[in-house]
């Protein structure tokens, strides 16, 4: 009986260590007096204080209980004029690059006036009747003309209007780090669509966590499989060491909260795309589906590039990627071993039945493509 019960012991305890668990917060039944403290000084109390709202803003009803609890529906109220236009116009920089209130992070006296007020104020109140649905509103505003506009500007038009406040045109710029790693990995349908999960360590060039730790014995140990490929959401984010191929392209450090990321252009941008393993795999393996499905040069071109930028290329752009692929060619049939180098980069099978100085060309002028404007740029 008792080798039983330290079976079953053991068995509850390994069951236990697999359930995840977090940090949750209770309220005490008898609160703690809190105080101002006198020139910050933590001993020096000065005027007691309890649980409240500032005045200017609107005021915190009695039927609420002055909690975590309270505070939350005070903030969703219909009546609270700020939380569903500060989040409303958050999806509005994310959709078009600057929000309707250029100041995303300040609604204040010294903030900028809203563009469109009465937009708004519209698509807040819709905002809220929906039940705070931010997929309703995401697809309302994705489906509007306003959206949908063309993003080609002309000279006067620009002249009148340089950074298109007046909505004239549709939105363009680049991409964020997120979903530039994201786009690579759906065009070349390598990208896991799972959702929830674990923390995932994708590709990453060895020895930075080594560098960053007290005894250089913590070392990155690198996702197998799916989760190598899973949205960039996912990926496991390290304080001292972020992911590098993201904060090339400007994903915030997270050690401070961001409301409006910045966007530069940068040459080390271009080297990503070119090395790393995530964009040259993600070539590779696009390339082989262009050879697959594709029988002439043109119609692989055509297939490859539509693909990247959802249109067909011009006539001048045919003969250019063309151009580029015969110089290709021609340096891998030359150099073999380069070849089979490139093709063998990432964990994801390489197709045997191709062949390797071919799908070396060919992933050679998807990375060309990858690294296009068009393919980064939000247009």
């Known amino acids: 009986f008792r080798s039983q019960l330290v079976k079953l012991r053991s068995r509850l305890t390994k069951l236990q260590k697999n359930i995840p668990t977090t940090m949750v917060m209770h309220e005490n039944e008898k609160r703690r ?7 910050g000084v933590y001993d020096q109390h000065g005027e007691k204080v309890t649980a409240a709202v500032p005045q200017v803003l609107p005021a915190f009803s009695p039927k609420l209980p002055t909690n975590r609890l309270g505070l939350a529906r005070w903030l969703t109220s219909p009546d609270h004029p700020l939380t569903a236009r500060v989040y409303v116009n958050r999806l509005w920089q994310q959709l078009f690059g600057v929000g309707l209130v250029k100041t995303v992070g300040d609604f204040g006296s010294q903030g900028e006036w809203p563009s469109h007020p009465e937009l708004l104020d519209w698509l807040s109140v819709e905002f809220q009747q929906s039940g705070w649905d931010v997929k309703h509103l995401l697809k309302q505003i994705v489906l509007s003309s306003t959206y949908r506009q063309s993003s080609r500007v002309t000279d006067e038009l620009y002249e009148r209007d340089p950074e298109n406040r007046l909505l004239a045109r549709g939105p363009r710029f680049r991409l964020d780090a997120e979903t530039v790693r994201d786009n690579a990995l759906q065009i070349s349908g390598l990208l896991v669509a799972k959702q929830g999960g674990p923390s995932v360590k994708p590709y990453q060039p060895p020895g930075l966590w080594e560098a960053v730790s007290y005894d250089g014995n913590v070392t990155y140990e690198q996702s197998t499989g799916d989760g190598l490929y899973r949205r960039s959401l996912y990926t496991y984010w390290k304080r001292q060491s972020p992911p590098p191929g993201l904060m090339a392209f400007d994903a915030p450090t997270r050690e401070t909260c961001t409301v409006s990321r910045p966007r530069t252009n940068t040459p080390l941008q271009a080297l990503v795309l070119m090395n790393d393993p995530t964009y040259v795999e993600a070539a590779r393996v696009l390339a082989a589906q262009t050879l697959q499905k594709q029988a002439s040069e043109t119609e692989r071109i055509d297939f490859l590039f539509r693909a990247a930028t959802s249109r067909l ?3 001048a752009e045919q003969q250019i990627l063309s ?14 071993a380069a070849a089979a180098k490139l093709i ?6 390489v197709d045997k039945t191709l062949k390797p100085t071919e799908l070396a060309a060919w992933t050679m002028l998807a990375s060309m493509i990858f690294n296009m404007d068009e393919t980064l740029t939000k247009q």
């Open 313 to 315: 290329p011009a006539k």
């Open 323 to 336: 151009r580029i692929l015969q110089q290709q060619t021609s340096i891998y049939h030359h150099d073999p």
């Open 33 to 39: 007096d809190t105080f101002v403290l006198l020139r």
């Open 344 to 349: 063998n980069v990432g964990e994801s099978p």
